[in-house]
């Protein structure tokens, strides 16, 4: 029994010897990283991750017809928030629907000085949840993720958030991405 004791102690003072040689290497290494400037991007957002389900920034992203919402994420710097675990429903204005403003607006929004305010636009196109078109008809008002409420209403089948058709839907790995026809503008 003495022999057993001393047998587990002995590999028990090896484990934790060894342990913590390697865990001084390690918090060395973390050093020497935290200290290198980086220019890449960081977060989730940037993780290369084919095997998993797409999210719904990576849908819009595969997507020829939304070049210019991902151009406009991209520019507020909203990439990361749209890789969170959700449920995220993104409301995605087609490339037509942003042709659509007038003249000017989505240059003029993509400036660095007008980030804040196209966050504001884009997070209105966003609701916390995962519901399915026909789900929907049963709202009359949605919150969306910049703190405001936008109006859903129905039209025969058809059913528009803001104004916006709801013209196509794609589920995503976090929550699912409504195609929309039109870009839905906040009051504020």
Do not use: R
Not at 12 to 38: G, H, R, Y
Not at 80 to 107: D, H, I, R, S, Y
Not at 113 to 133: C, F, M, Q, R
């Amino acid at each position: 029994m003495k022999t057993t004791i001393s047998i587990f102690l002995s590999l028990f003072i090896f484990t934790c010897l060894f342990n913590c040689k390697n865990e001084k290497n390690t918090q060395t290494d973390e050093s020497v990283v935290a200290s290198q400037p980086t220019t890449e991007k960081q977060g989730q957002a940037f993780i290369d991750d084919s095997a998993s389900t797409p999210n719904v920034l990576q849908i819009a992203i595969g997507s020829k017809d939304h070049t210019t919402l991902v151009a406009a994420v991209q520019a507020a710097g909203l990439e990361n928030a749209l890789v969170n675990a959700g449920p995220l429903m993104v409301f995605a204005p087609t490339n037509e629907a942003f042709a659509a403003l007038p003249e000017g607006t989505v240059e003029n929004l993509l400036k660095p000085e007008n980030k804040d305010a196209l966050a504001n636009i884009l997070k209105y196109h966003v609701t916390p949840g995962n519901y399915s078109k026909d789900f929907l008809k049963k709202f009359k008002k949605l919150g969306q993720a910049n703190n405001q409420n936008v109006n859903v209403e129905v039209i025969g089948d058809d059913v528009y958030v803001g104004g916006a058709k709801i013209i196509a839907s794609v589920n995503a790995g976090n929550g699912i991405v409504h195609v929309v026809d039109k870009v839905i503008l906040p009051e504020n």
